[in-house]
């Protein structure tokens, strides 16, 4: 397979539940019409932040579903089919491919968890084999998982018995381990960017795309960043960087990205409604204390003033000015 070099910011979207926990695929137009005027050029379906392991197979489907029949002309679509389950991830990755996704990308299973790269290899193979004409992505994120396997090791293996293997979602702060990966077989893999805010270590080394929830809301930001450093204005660069980080510390407070994000994305007009259990929404009086946060760190005038400069804004999508609010 000739492997594409991706490029620029790929979102990972939250997936809208509506007050009961069901689906509310009804939102994912007006979100799809968000991001694109954001500015990134993928989206990476049902991973973390989508709560992907919260819901059923046939959920996750129609959720793909959903995201292509609104934007697979405009935002190149990776889904993600990791699972404890290996036909669960077969089956996915099928229907990713059948319905038209651009990629897919699995993380290691979490409760039996491969020891080796070896054995890490043998559960994604099949998977990959069942979506043998699409791209497949390795999604290396061993906090979440517990499975500290080098995704160098991973490169090694599968760019020998893995034919459509296109590289990893590097979330890890190992970045001994990224350049490894980078330069692997003369660069010829993607090795996407997984933290949003190390964002700048990893276009240091060479990143050219990465992948992360924050990019839901703050991407011009991110791209200002880019931007910065490709100018070689690293001060500016470092303090954007820095900015950032203060935002990831209120998710952080509020529960982290999936939980303090979602209640983000309503505060700007996406309603993506609660997480599902055991991921706990936040109280009426920790959602004004959020916002709060962020106003006194300027957030939504920032953001807003990116959106109005780039004339991405819209008067019913990514409104962040809290103007209606």
């Not at 389950?85 to 038209?100: I, M, R, T, V, W």
């Not at 996704?101 to 890490?120: E, H, I, Q, T, W």
């Amino acid at each position: 397979m000739n492997i594409e070099k991706l490029k620029g910011l790929v979102a990972a979207p939250y997936t809208p539940f509506d007050g009961n926990g069901e689906l509310n695929l009804m939102q994912i137009e007006k979100y799809a019409e968000h991001l694109v005027r954001s500015g990134v050029t993928g989206i990476f379906v049902c991973g973390t932040t989508g709560e992907c392991l919260s819901m059923t197979a046939d959920e996750r489907k129609l959720v793909l579903e959903k995201w292509l029949s609104v934007a697979h002309q405009k935002l190149r679509i990776i889904c993600h089919v990791g699972s404890n389950c290996l036909s669960e991830s077969k089956e996915l990755a099928a229907h990713a491919q059948d319905q038209g996704a651009y990629g897919v990308g699995c993380f290691a299973p979490m409760f039996f968890k491969p020891s080796n790269s070896r054995d890490l290899l043998a559960f994604l193979k099949p998977i990959a084999d069942a979506a043998p004409e699409i791209p497949f992505f390795y999604y290396q994120f061993p906090s979440l998982t517990g499975v500290d396997v080098k995704a160098s090791e991973v490169f090694a293996m599968a760019s020998e018995s893995i034919p459509n293997f296109a590289g990893v979602k590097f979330t890890h702060s190992d970045f001994y381990d990224m350049q490894k990966c980078l330069s692997f077989d003369d660069c010829r893999y993607n090795v996407l960017n997984g933290f949003d805010e190390m964002l700048l270590c990893g276009l240091s080394l060479g990143v050219q795309a990465a992948v992360g929830s924050t990019y839901n809301f703050m991407a011009p930001l991110y791209y200002d960043l880019w931007d910065a450093f490709t100018r070689g204005d690293l001060e500016r660069a470092r303090t954007l960087q820095r900015y950032s980080v203060s935002v990831v510390d209120i998710l952080v407070r509020y529960r982290g990205s999936t939980i303090a994000g979602k209640n983000i994305m309503d505060l700007i007009g996406i309603n993506c409604g609660p997480c599902r259990l055991p991921l706990r929404d936040l109280s009426a009086s920790e959602k004004e204390s959020l916002k709060r946060d962020l106003t006194e760190l300027d957030f939504f005038n920032r953001m807003n003033n990116y959106y109005v400069k780039n004339e991405i804004r819209s008067d019913h999508v990514g409104d962040l000015s809290l103007s209606k609010k």
